[in-house]
């Protein structure tokens, strides 16, 4: 059974940075040909900010480009999010997300292509 676990989330000041991580346990993380972190606010809808394939190419929605970074570590069947200079609109739930085909990484990623969810993890940005 695949299980993706998240960790890293909590309150941080705003200009701040944080690093989420997301474990694989039950399967080889390396199988998944994409992973990516989406994020949710109350009463909006999830948003997909930033993949990576099994290429290592990564893309980044607007919102987050130049601010986050997203990276893995095949041998920890570890994905990484690096937060830096967080804004109060960062605040949201982080969740990562795998799946088997590239091609989902889009970009844009649809939540409705990925399989694999993680319980997701809070992150709040105050000013």
């Known amino acids: 059974q695949v299980q993706l676990v998240e960790s890293g989330g909590g309150s941080v000041q705003s200009g701040g940075s944080r690093r989420l991580s997301c474990a694989a346990f039950?399967?080889?993380?390396?199988?998944?040909?994409?992973m990516a972190w989406f994020r949710q606010a109350p009463g909006k809808e999830r948003e997909g900010i930033a993949t990576i394939d099994s290429d290592g190419s990564t893309s980044y929605a607007d919102s987050v480009k130049g601010r986050f970074s997203i990276s893995q570590d095949n041998a920890k069947n570890t994905l990484y999010l690096q937060m830096n200079s967080l804004k109060p609109e960062d605040t949201s739930i982080y969740y990562c997300?795998?799946?088997?085909?590239?091609?989902?990484?889009?970009?844009?990623?649809?939540?409705?292509?990925?399989?694999?969810w993680g319980q997701g993890t809070q992150v709040t940005v105050s000013s």
């Open positions: 039950g399967y080889t993380y390396s199988s998944f040909n994409c």
């Open positions: 997300a795998g799946v088997y085909r590239r091609e989902y990484c889009g970009p844009p990623p649809r939540p409705a292509d990925f399989r694999y």
